[in-house]
């Protein structure tokens, strides 16, 4: 799947991250690495900026620490919040299918090779 869900809901609050083609397998398996999970974590924080920027949605963003992962370290996490008691599923659905895009745009628009492969570095 294009998301992970991080925790469990609770109340209004949902903790998720996207997880880019490049790194579903590896994902799906259980097998990433202290170094994709940083990867990850690069990765959503510029997904959230650009969703940010663009303005059609918009979700916060919010750092892990104890959220067990290979090699230690935080888990970068997108955040949706509901607080208007009128949010239906489509509109949560609209978010993500935003995000979903702009994800596959920053995948696209990555230097040949930075998200192509396992391993590939989603810094600039």
Do not use: W
Not at 15 to 32: M, S, T
Not at 93 to 114: I, N, S, Y
Request: charged residues 25%.
């Amino acid at each position: 799947p294009e998301f992970e869900l991080l925790t469990a809901p609770e109340t209004n609050m949902f903790l998720y991250r996207y997880i880019p083609a490049c790194h579903r397998k590896l994902h799906g398996e259980g097998g990433l690495s202290a170094a994709d999970n940083r990867q990850l974590n690069v990765f959503n924080e510029r997904l959230q900026k650009l969703q940010y920027e663009r303005g059609r949605t918009f979700v916060s963003r919010t750092t892990l620490f104890h959220r067990p992962q290979p090699g230690g370290g935080p888990t970068l996490a997108l955040r949706a919040v509901i607080t208007n008691p009128f949010t239906t599923e489509a509109h949560m659905e609209a978010v993500l299918a935003d995000q979903a895009t702009l994800a596959e745009e920053l995948e696209e628009a990555a230097p040949e090779g930075e998200v192509a492969h396992h391993g590939g570095v989603y810094a600039r």
